[in-house]
């Protein structure tokens, strides 16, 4: 992880972080500076995303070997260029969808086609990029879990940032946390349990697999977790059960969990079955990396 300016990929990430970052800034800090406390009670909130994920690390740190370094590299990744490349990739999927299906057709589904799509290829391209900036560092598919959700963290955390600050703007009433707080139950109570850090968590077991084997039914396995992964976040916003069969908010709480529990219980069952499989790493002694 040592800084290398003859490093292709390193300049990659560089390039492309410090680019969405840009954007990013220049998307959401007028609104900011415009609305502190809500903003501020926004960032403090959706950031709670990052506490399961920080325990699990915890939980398993003697058989991670990525560095806190890698972490933090996916982290910004998730936080700076999916978020604006799902932005504005997005949007392009919906406008042809519309153009072929017309408008109403794509408002419906383009958050089932589109935006699973994209945003998983490009929540995986950055699991891979720093799968290549630590090369040889991968010690197994945990290391690849802890750094698919600590990509997908990041997303989730900015994205849930602006739906609250949109919500803050929408509603007209000034620089009130109610709009922010209402915004965190719905998709942070409800939804943030199984959405972009866990689908992320998968594809990153398959890309770690794939790194760790090297071998061309690896590399299947971790296209299978990208492709199965697709499919669970457009079942994730697929209209389906979205009105919980008329039986009120019982109904709509058991619907989340229908839809959302299957990526849990894999991520859950990966946890268990790299811990068997793979052995703690080797710590070298402190006298010896002194």
């Not at 153009?99 to 383009?110: I, K, L, V, Y």
Request: charged share 10%; hydrophobic share 60%; glycine share 10%.
């Amino acid at each position: 992880m040592r800084i290398d300016p003859a490093s292709p990929v390193q300049w990659t990430a560089l390039l492309l972080i410090g680019a969405s970052g840009i954007l990013l800034l220049y998307n959401t800090l007028p609104v900011a500076l415009a609305y502190p406390r809500a903003g501020t009670t926004a960032l403090v909130l959706f950031s709670l995303f990052a506490v399961p994920f920080w325990w699990l690390r915890g939980r398993v740190a003697d058989r991670l070997a990525l560095p806190a370094a890698a972490l933090a590299i996916g982290l910004v990744w998730g936080a700076t260029v999916a978020v604006m490349t799902s932005l504005f990739g997005s949007r392009a999927m919906h406008g042809l969808l519309a153009t072929a299906n017309g408008p109403a057709w794509a408002e419906r589904w383009s958050p089932v086609l589109a935006a699973p799509v994209v945003e998983e290829v490009v929540k995986a391209a950055g699991v891979v990029l720093v799968v290549a900036i630590a090369w040889g560092r991968v010690h197994g598919v945990l290391d690849g879990i802890v750094l698919g959700a600590f990509c997908g963290v990041g997303f989730q955390i900015v994205e849930g940032y602006a739906f609250a600050m949109s919500s803050t703007v929408l509603n007209r009433a000034g620089d009130v946390v109610e709009p922010v707080i209402a915004v965190f139950i719905v998709r942070g109570v409800l939804a943030g349990l199984w959405s972009h850090a866990v689908f992320t968590a998968i594809v990153g077991a398959g890309v770690a697999y794939a790194a760790t084997r090297r071998t061309m039914r690896s590399v299947w396995v971790a296209a299978g977790a990208l492709a199965g992964v697709i499919a669970l976040h457009a079942l994730w916003n697929s209209p389906l059960l979205r009105d919980g069969l008329g039986l009120g908010a019982f109904g709509v709480l058991a619907g989340v969990m229908l839809k959302g529990l299957p990526a849990v219980l894999i991520v859950w069952w990966l946890v268990r079955w790299a811990k068997r499989a793979e052995a703690p790493v080797a710590r070298k002694p402190e006298a010896e990396t002194a």
